[in-house]
């Protein structure tokens, strides 16, 4: 499974990454963003971002995702196949 925000809906909340530090962080504008070990899908730092920055999920990591994403007051949080 695979993960993406869309930064254009993303409100800077931070709860995704309160709840999945693994999967998601916040840069200096204030957005959230997904990342993958240390790759952070950001143009920011070098990487596609939104639908062309997906990330994959870790094992043990799908739980607080999908959290993410439903708790999310953006709804900007998608889960891919």
Not at 3 to 30: A, K
Request: glycine content about 12%; some cysteine; aromatic content about 6%.
């Amino acid at each position: 499974m695979k993960v993406w925000i869309d930064q254009d809906l993303c409100t800077g909340d931070g709860l995704c990454e309160e709840i999945s530090p693994n999967v998601f962080t916040l840069l200096d504008d204030g957005l959230a963003y997904v990342r993958e070990g240390a790759t952070v899908y950001a143009t920011a730092k070098g990487h596609a971002q939104g639908a062309e920055g997906l990330a994959n999920i870790p094992d043990g990591e799908l739980d607080g995702v999908i959290e993410s994403a439903e708790e999310c007051p953006g709804e900007c949080i998608f889960i891919e196949p």
